[in-house]
């Protein structure tokens, strides 16, 4: 099963709260949708919640970068160029 894969069941229990396996995919998602709007300097890329091809709009170079690896983490331009 893919990390975002939507669970089976219900999503609330009988009580109107969020089944946890529910809760888990929608912070998962909610994480991944943010992720991929981020940008700011090169100083402020992400550190956390890494992902090998995740997108960053590097601010200080004008452009997007990529993550190339995560241990150590790379991060390259279009062209395959570290950045």
Do not use: C, K
């Amino acid at each position: 099963m893919n990390a975002y894969d939507i669970p089976s069941g219900q999503p609330f229990d009988s009580g109107s709260n969020w089944m946890p396996a529910w809760a888990q995919w929608l912070t998962r998602t909610h994480r991944a949708a943010l992720s991929v709007q981020q940008s700011g300097p090169t100083a402020e890329r992400p550190t956390s919640l890494l992902w090998v091809g995740r997108f960053y709009y590097d601010e200080d170079l004008g452009h997007p970068v990529w993550l190339h690896s995560i241990n150590p983490i790379v991060w390259h331009d279009a062209t395959g160029t570290p950045a």
